[in-house]
């Protein structure tokens, strides 16, 4: 599966989860928060590849918690190695 996320549209944390879970087609029962979103990403049922454009506007409109969502994001990659690729464009 590849899912292609523009970052330039996420302006909330809410918007944030909401686009991955949507992309993703993340479980119901998924938290909304960091500590989901890498277990969602380290557990995925299918191979899958995601590409985040403008992952600078992330940073610019969520601000910390942007960066940590991109940290969060690089470790579950690194975890999930073969199983998960993120392109950060």
């Known amino acids: 599966m590849t899912v292609t996320i ?3 549209d996420i302006r ?3 918007e944030f989860h909401k686009a991955f879970s ?7 029962f998924y938290g909304e928060n960091l500590d989901a979103l890498h277990d969602c ?13 403008h992952t600078e506007s992330l940073i610019h409109n969520l601000g910390p918690y ?6 969060a ?3 579950a990659e690194r975890e999930n190695a073969g199983w998960l690729q ?4």
Do not use: W
């Not at 990403?41 to 454009?53: A, E, V």
């Not at 993120?86 to 464009?89: D, E, L």
């Open 6 to 8: 523009d970052c330039r």
């Open 12 to 14: 909330t944390n809410e």
């Open 22 to 28: 949507s992309q993703l087609r993340l479980p119901g």
């Open 41 to 53: 990403l380290t557990s995925l049922p299918q191979k899958t590849t995601i590409n985040l454009l």
């Open 66 to 71: 942007g960066r940590a969502a991109i940290n």
């Open 73 to 75: 994001i690089a470790h």
């Open 86 to 89: 993120v392109n950060m464009m």
